[in-house]
T-cell receptor
Framework: SQQGEEDPQALSIQEGENATMNCSYKTSINNLQWYRQNSGRGLVHLILIRSNEREKHSGRLRVTLDTSKKSSSLLITASRAADTASYFCATDEGDFGNEKLTFGTGTRLTIIP | EAGVAQSPRYKIIEKRQSVAFWCNPISGHATLYWYQQILGQGPKLLIQFQNNGVVDDSQLPKDRFSAERLKGVDSTLKIQPAKLEDSAVYLC???????????FGSGTRLTVV
C-alpha cells in the first residue's frame, strides 16, 4: 500500500525557477526521506529528515516536516535541466530493527531549458 | 563503497514461465528489501529481511513469489509462474540498521508477454 500522497503529480517549470513538491502521509513515522528517480532507473537518496526536525537543507534542497499535519515539502531552488526526474517521498516507520520504508506516488518534475 | 548490485538488468519472459532476480547488498548492511515498481507508480515493498530472517512479507504474493537470503548476504527473488501484471521494475535496497537512508540498486526491468 502507498503511505504518501504527493502533490502535484506532475510539474513543469522553467530552468532557474524553484520547484516545490508536497507529500502527505497517514501514520507515525521515524523519519521521512526524499528520493529521485531518472527514467525508471534506480532510486537515489536525496535527504532524510527525522520526526523531531522541522527543516533541513542540503545544497539546493530544502525539506520541511510538519508532523502535526503529517506533511512534508521538498523545495529545489534554482532548478537545472538535470533535475528533470521523478521525486518520491518515503516514510520510515516501525520499531527499531523492524523499520520499513513506504513510498508515495511521486511527482514527475520537468525542467524546461 | 560498492553499491547494491542487481542482475539481470532486463528480462523478458512469457507468462507462466519462471524468473529469478539476484541482489548483492552493500557489505555490512543487515537489512535488505525487495520492492516492486509498476510503471507510473511508487515502489511497493514486497519483502524485508533482517540478516537472513524475514521481517515483513505481508505484501508478497506468496502463491507465486518467493524470496530467500541465505547467510544474511545475497538474496534472490523468484516468480513462478509469472503473470502479465508482474511486469515491473524490481528494486533491491539495503540499509545498515534502518533509519539512516537506504541504498537502492539499479533494478531489474521485467516484461511478461
Amino acid at each position: 500500500s502507498q503511505q504518501g500522497e504527493e502533490d502535484p503529480q506532475a510539474l513543469s517549470i522553467q530552468e532557474g525557477e524553484n520547484a516545490t513538491m508536497n507529500c502527505s502521509y497517514k501514520t507515525s513515522i521515524n523519519n521521512l526521506q526524499w528520493y529521485r528517480q531518472n527514467s525508471g532507473r534506480g532510486l537515489v537518496h536525496l535527504i532524510l529528515i527525522r520526526s523531531n526536525e522541522r527543516e533541513k537543507h542540503s545544497g539546493r534542497l530544502r525539506v520541511t516536516l510538519d508532523t502535526s499535519k503529517k506533511s512534508s515539502s521538498l523545495l529545489i531552488t534554482a532548478s537545472r535541466a538535470a533535475d528533470t526526474a521523478s521525486y518520491f517521498c518515503a516514510t520510515d516507520e516501525g520499531d527499531f530493527g523492524n523499520e520499513k520504508l513506504t513510498f508515495g506516488t511521486g511527482t514527475r518534475l520537468t525542467i524546461i531549458p | 563503497e560498492a553499491g547494491v548490485a542487481q542482475s539481470p538488468r532486463y528480462k523478458i519472459i512469457e507468462k507462466r514461465q519462471s524468473v529469478a532476480f539476484w541482489c548483492n547488498p552493500i557489505s555490512g548492511h543487515a537489512t535488505l528489501y525487495w520492492y516492486q515498481q509498476i510503471l507510473g507508480q511508487g515502489p511497493k515493498l514486497l519483502i524485508q529481511f533482517q540478516n537472513n530472517g524475514v521481517v515483513d512479507d505481508s505484501q508478497l504474493p506468496k502463491d507465486r513469489f518467493s524470496a530467500e537470503r541465505l547467510k544474511g548476504v545475497d538474496s534472490t527473488l523468484k516468480i513462478q509462474p509469472a503473470k502479465l501484471e508482474d511486469s515491473a521494475v524490481y528494486l533491491c535496497a539495503s540499509s545498515f540498521w534502518g533509519n539512516y537512508g537506504y541504498t537502492f540498486g539499479s533494478g531489474t526491468r521485467l516484461t511478461v508477454v
